[in-house]
């Protein structure tokens, strides 16, 4: 069996999406998503100009040998660009495996672990009483698990808030856009949203938020004890990873549980957290994280130390991703939660798939392969929008902070 082509899709329905379609000499074919969130362009010019030439020719079932020839082959190792790249390679070649077997995803992974995958949506408002309300309307939408974001009192954009469409897409503009920050004010204000929500929401939902890199450590152990009371599922990114011996600060001073990982690439940046036990959930997916070879080796890790897996599910990570995704967490033995932040109705009928959600829970279809199809013809109508990601900068000087 030979590939006998390979091309990149690039659309915009609503937002951009990267798509790598193999195509080989049994007619049989496989998708990959490979895009990278304000940086769509280099992992496009990475694939055609660098991997689609060193692919035909191969034999598509040598799934492992042709991630280590990437992997390896680069000289040049890891990294965003490179690894969804790589991602997007496997992912297809997957997706082609598993049609020519006859069978989803999840079987040749080594089968079903679980009836369905918990899923947990996006609540968020402007204010408290807003925030409350969508987590209450999530509630009604059979969610078992809900990250709640809100507006700050005295901040003018933050992360995680929409407008008045309700969904967020954090990546617009010609230029990236400026949001400001004050961590007083933040903290001020989590606990007592917090408790609203808890409150108002019961005890049996799982409730998550994400702190989105933007706290010291010390300061999200504060936080972290602060919503011990609210019994979290897990408090997101508290702090940049970078210094990964930092989160022991962290973890000294409180129980709750700290999920991490969805901007990380490679199981080398997983490896100090999981093994130190500084984390409870990886978030690392598909797409970003090289593909189900690689993150099948970041969960096995993983495994070893209780840490489960939580795989990073916003809108920039592509049905494509998604349905890879759900066979990945269908069988993942340490599965966590699975992020969902539903596409809109253009970007899903570019991509026709199995999987779907139902009451809390999702579902990765049957059908053979990751089950997620692109529609090239629709995809063509939806071309590239350049689009950044914000930057943050602190109220008080302008002083660049993490977003
Ligand atoms: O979904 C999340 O937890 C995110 O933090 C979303 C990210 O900001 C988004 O994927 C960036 O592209
Ligand atoms: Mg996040």
């Given amino acids: 069996m030979k590939i006998t082509a390979a091309r990149v899709i690039v659309c915009s329905p609503g937002r951009n999406f ?6 080989t000499d049994q007619g049989v074919y496989g998708i990959g998503d490979a895009t990278l969130n304000g940086r769509e362009l280099a ?26 020839y990437l992997y390896k082959g680069a000289y040049w190792r890891r990294g965003p660009v490179t690894m969804s790249a790589i991602a997007a390679v496997d992912t297809a070649l997957w997706d082609i495996k598993a049609k020519m077997a006859g069978m989803p995803l999840y079987q040749l992974l080594g089968g079903r672990s679980r009836t369905g995958v918990m899923v947990y949506g996006h609540a968020n408002g402007r204010d408290s009483a807003e925030t409350v309300d969508e987590v209450l309307r999530h ?20 992360y995680g808030v929409s407008g008045a469409n309700r969904l967020y897409e954090p990546a617009d503009g010609n230029l990236p856009g400026e949001h400001d920050w004050s961590t007083e004010k933040y903290l001020r204000h989590t606990p007592g949203l ?30 972290g004890k602060a919503l011990e009371p609210v019994r979290m599922f897990w408090m997101e990114d508290p702090t940049p990873a970078e210094n990964q011996d930092a989160f022991q600060w962290i973890r000294h001073h409180t129980t709750t549980p700290i999920a991490v990982g969805e901007i990380f690439n490679s199981i080398w940046d997983c490896k100090t957290l999981i093994e130190k036990q500084l984390i409870d959930y990886i978030r690392t997916t598909v797409v970003h994280a090289g593909g189900i070879t690689h993150l099948r080796r970041i969960a096995d890790l993983a495994s070893l130390y209780q840490v489960r897996t939580g795989c990073h599910g916003a809108t920039d990570l592509s049905p494509v991703c998604m349905g890879a995704a759900l066979h990945f967490d269908t069988w993942v033995p340490n599965f966590g939660v ?66």
Avoid at 18 to 23: A, P, R, W
Avoid at 44 to 66: F, K, N
Avoid at 196 to 219: K, M, N, Q, S
């Fill in 194 to 223: 917090f408790e609203a929500v808890r409150e108002a929401v019961g005890p049996d939902i799982h409730l998550l938020h994400d702190v989105h890199h933007r706290l010291t450590p010390i300061e999200a152990g504060q936080l």
């Fill in 139 to 158: 509630k009604e939408e059979g969610y078992l698990a809900i990250r709640a974001q809100s507006g700050v009192p005295g901040l003018n954009k933050v």
């Fill in 338 to 403: 699975q992020e969902y932040m539903p596409h809109s109705e253009d970007m899903l009928s570019v991509f026709p798939h199995d999987w779907r959600f139902e009451r809390g829970m999702m579902h990765c279809g049957e059908s053979p392969g990751h089950g997620v199809d692109i529609d090239e013809k629709l995809a063509a109508k939806y071309p590239y929008q350049r689009a950044y990601l914000p930057v943050n900068r602190l109220q008080h000087d302008g002083t660049l902070w993490n977003w």
């Fill in 43 to 68: 992992v496009v010019s990475y694939l055609e100009d660098h991997v689609i030439p060193c692919l035909i020719g191969r034999d598509p079932q040598q799934i492992e040998d042709i991630w280590q």
């Fill in 18 to 23: 990267v798509t790598l379609k193999i195509e």
